[in-house]
């Protein structure tokens, strides 16, 4: 075929998937209304139909999920309706750097320990129920065959494979890691293994958890609730210290109770430890440290190495004039020591200087776009109980105290201080703060580091005695 008539081909497909797209919105937009297809829908496209899937896309992760959260049975229904041969549908999230005529669009959400691919996002699973549990969505590059796995996460990996094949001794599985070392991934591939091999298995974020809980008491359906929940062979549940609510948290324990003592798997993503959890319920803490509590430890080196290059390889698909020289690699795999995401930014950091430059960069040139990278990379993250515990023992009080509603003047100060400390040294709100010292108000935090604050001001020993607090806590 010549490139004239190739070329008019192309213009065929695209009219022609353009007309799709026309008839398939004025649909949308009747069924749906002009304010919410206004709202949701006015950037939906249509990619290609192929094997009887329909491929639409969006331009961002978070269109995507609220449709797939809200509109995606009405969207699949009226696919199936309005698109000829069209059996299921497909929504991603479009780069909008990557179009092409009949090419996948790049997903623009970043996987956390896995190589991005050019496989798109499927759907979230459907909701058992307008009363039931509305399910997380799911990442399909989150696998387990695109887990990179070390000496720092191969405990946690192999009883993740293990979970997913069968029911297992380990229950529940409680995984534990810092930010960007790949709990999320790890929980996520789980949830896809066991789909594949035909149990039920529902993720959820602690957040939706609550949402699906709250939204259950209004619409009086608690009932259908539980019984979504207590009707799965395996309930993941991540990010569980933003568990909050005295009811949310008495159904979160009677759930996992149920699921466990009828012989259902039960799995937790965390960023710490069952006992630091101050904010949950005693019987919860018990529970979860019952099982098999496993961390993901910080990455090693070489393992940083295999990201980064991962990582490169993957950026590479999109922009095949990128290249980095592998002194460079080894130097951004030796600095950035924190997590999976700063080796993430590091390698956007070196696409965009060699974009701009228009040549591959030198280790000097390389260390220089990754600088605010590698000052991060030493900073030790202190926990509130260390602090808490480090200014009990340092004022000859207990911890006990310090969390009690004791107003003696030798308490107050070391509670106001270690307060003080717990907002300058973590990245903890105001109420979190107060939560995790004995459940006090945000404003009981704000006037305790503004009164320590004015203390320090006019009094250099205890400007002293807060530094040489400062220096044991990050030491």
């Given at each position: 075929m010549s490139k004239a008539n190739t070329q008019k081909a192309l213009n065929g497909v695209a009219c022609s998937r353009a007309d799709e797209l026309v008839k398939f919105c004025a649909v949308l937009r009747a069924e749906l209304g002009d304010a919410i297809y206004s709202s949701w829908f006015t950037r939906l496209e249509l990619d290609r139909v192929a094997e009887g899937c329909a491929f639409l896309s969006v331009?961002?992760?978070?269109?995507?999920?609220?449709?797939?959260?809200?509109?995606?049975?009405?969207?699949?229904?009226?696919?199936?309706?309005?698109?000829?041969?069209?059996?299921?549908?497909?929504?991603?999230?479009?780069?909008?750097?990557?179009?092409?005529?009949?090419?996948?669009?790049?997903?623009?959400t970043e996987s956390r320990i896995a190589p991005r691919s050019q496989a798109p996002i499927v759907a979230p699973a459907r909701e058992p129920s307008s009363a039931g549990v509305e399910t997380s969505a799911l990442d399909t590059r989150m696998n387990f065959s695109?887990?990179?796995?070390?000496?720092?996460?191969?405990?946690?990996?192999?009883?993740?494979q293990e979970i997913s094949r069968s029911s297992s001794i380990y229950n529940p599985l409680y995984i534990h890691a810092g930010v960007g070392l790949g709990k999320t991934h790890l929980v996520q591939a789980i949830a896809q293994a066991a789909t594949v091999a035909g149990r039920n298995a529902l993720y959820l974020t602690a957040e939706k958890f609550m949402y699906s809980f709250v939204s259950a008491l209004k619409s009086q359906n608690s009932l259908s609730f539980k019984d979504s929940l207590r009707?799965?062979?395996?309930?993941?549940?991540?990010?569980?210290?933003?568990?909050?609510?005295?009811?949310?948290?008495?159904?979160?324990?009677?759930?996992?109770?149920?699921?466990?003592?009828?012989?259902?798997?039960?799995?937790?993503?965390?960023?710490?430890?069952?006992?630091?959890?101050?904010?949950?319920?005693?019987?919860?803490?018990?529970?979860l440290?019952?099982?098999?509590?496993?961390?993901?430890?910080?990455?090693?080196?070489?393992?940083?190495?295999?990201?980064v290059e991962a990582r490169i390889a993957a950026t590479k698909i999109v922009q095949p004039t990128f290249e980095v020289a592998p002194s460079v690699v080894s130097m951004v795999a030796t600095m950035i020591r924190t997590n999976g995401r700063d080796l993430d930014g590091a390698v956007n950091r070196l696409l965009a200087h060699t974009t701009l430059v228009g040549s591959?960069?030198?280790?000097?040139?390389?260390?220089?776009?990754?600088?605010?990278?590698?000052?991060?990379?030493?900073?030790?993250?202190?926990?509130?109980?260390?602090?808490?515990?480090?200014?009990?023992?340092?004022?000859?009080?207990?911890?006990?105290?310090?969390?009690?509603?004791?107003?003696?003047?030798?308490v107050v100060k070391p509670r106001q201080i270690a307060m003080y400390l717990a907002k300058i040294l973590t990245p903890r709100s105001l109420p979190e703060i107060g939560r995790r010292f004995g459940g006090r108000d945000h404003t009981t935090v704000l006037h305790a580091v503004r009164k320590i604050d004015a203390l320090v001001a006019k009094d250099s020993a205890l400007k002293r005695e807060l530094e040489l607090l400062k220096q044991l806590l990050e030491d």
């Open positions: 331009p961002t992760k978070f269109l995507k999920s609220w449709i797939c959260a809200h509109y995606y049975e009405k969207l699949r229904a009226i696919a199936l309706a309005q698109l000829p041969g069209v059996t299921d549908i497909c929504l991603s999230v479009r780069s909008a750097s990557f179009s092409l005529v009949g090419a996948e669009a790049e997903p623009a695109s887990f990179l796995v070390s000496k720092s996460n191969q405990l946690a990996f192999s009883a993740a009707g799965i062979d395996i309930l993941i549940v991540d990010d569980v210290q933003f568990l909050q609510g005295k009811a949310v948290q008495q159904e979160f324990c009677h759930t996992i109770n149920a699921l466990i003592d009828n012989g259902r798997q039960v799995v937790i993503a965390c960023d710490r430890v069952p006992n630091d959890l101050e904010n949950l319920d005693e019987r919860i803490r018990s529970r440290a019952g099982g098999l509590c496993v961390e993901i430890h910080s990455l090693d080196e070489e393992l940083r190495l295999r990201i591959v960069l030198t280790v000097e040139q390389a260390e220089n776009a990754i600088r605010d990278l590698i000052r991060h990379r030493e900073a030790k993250r202190v926990k509130i109980e260390d602090i808490q515990k480090l200014v009990a023992t340092h004022f000859n009080v207990s911890r006990a105290d310090i969390l009690s509603s004791r107003r003696t003047a030798n």
